[in-house]
């Protein structure tokens, strides 16, 4: 049981947009910064998204994150199939002193 | 550009013990933390620990505390996980990733992972 939450999966057609939320609480989302992770199969895992809506340099701007509360969500538009990967977010959880984790969504990319 | 290699993998019998390290390239390695992450076969993401840029400061997840512990030599631009009293559910694939400042904003960079099979 993952102490933050996401859907296991997520579809949409090429083209399309599609969006991945991220459920978590007052000790970890709601008053710390979230990373989102791609993790495409048979590779580790990349980061996509960093104090919740910011992107490394290579990242192209079809990948974007927002906060509100203690929720994140990750929208990716222009779907390729390419984006076909697990997807995980994260955050510190100031009660655990550690890192969290979601269970992962993988989006299929149909 | 920063690369992080992990080594050390391989099968183990329960109860014993490991040691991964991963070696670190292409930044100023001694000022950053460095974490591990875990990722059983089939399965999601898990933290296991972090330790800060000089070492004084560690944490661990609970499922490995009292077990497992992360160490660097800033001199050998490596980080080490020593892993004891291994358990099957320690099967792993296991990743290093390098640290943002502070600890708390998780990290960018990523290993290619070694994995670890606990089984007798």
């Known amino acids: 049981q993952s102490v933050l939450t996401q859907p296991p999966s997520v579809s949409a057609a090429p083209g399309q947009k599609v969006t991945i939320s991220c459920s978590g609480s007052?000790?970890?989302?709601?008053?710390?910064?979230v990373c989102w992770y791609q993790q495409l199969p048979g590779t580790a895992p990349k980061l996509l998204i960093y104090?919740?809506?910011q992107r490394p340099s290579g990242i192209p701007d079809r990948f974007s994150g927002s906060k509100s509360g203690t929720s994140a969500t990750l929208g990716i538009t222009g779907l390729q199939t390419g984006d076909e990967a697990d997807y995980y977010c994260?955050?510190?959880?100031?009660?655990?002193?550690?890192?969290?984790f979601g269970g992962g969504t993988k989006l299929t990319v149909l | 550009q920063v690369h992080l290699v992990e080594s050390g993998g391989g099968v183990v019998q329960p109860g014993r013990s490991l040691r991964l390290s991963c070696a670190a390239s292409g930044f100023t390695f001694s000022n950053y933390a460095l974490h591990w992450v875990r990722q059983a076969p089939g399965k999601g993401l898990e933290w296991v620990a972090v330790i800060s840029f000089d070492g004084n400061l560690k944490y661990y997840a609970d499922s490995v505390k009292g077990r497992f512990t992360i160490s660097r030599d800033n001199s050998k631009n490596t980080l080490f996980l020593e892993m004891s009293s291994l358990r099957p559910d320690d099967t792993a694939v296991y990743y290093c990733?390098?640290?943002?400042?502070?600890?708390?904003?998780?990290?960018?960079?990523w290993g290619q992972g070694t994995l670890v099979t606990v089984s007798s």
């Open positions: 994260g955050a510190w959880d100031g009660s655990l002193n550690t890192v969290v």
């Open positions: 007052s000790s970890n989302i709601g008053n710390y910064f």
């Open positions: 104090d919740n809506n």
């Open positions: 990733a390098r640290g943002l400042d502070p600890i708390n904003r998780l990290f960018d960079y």
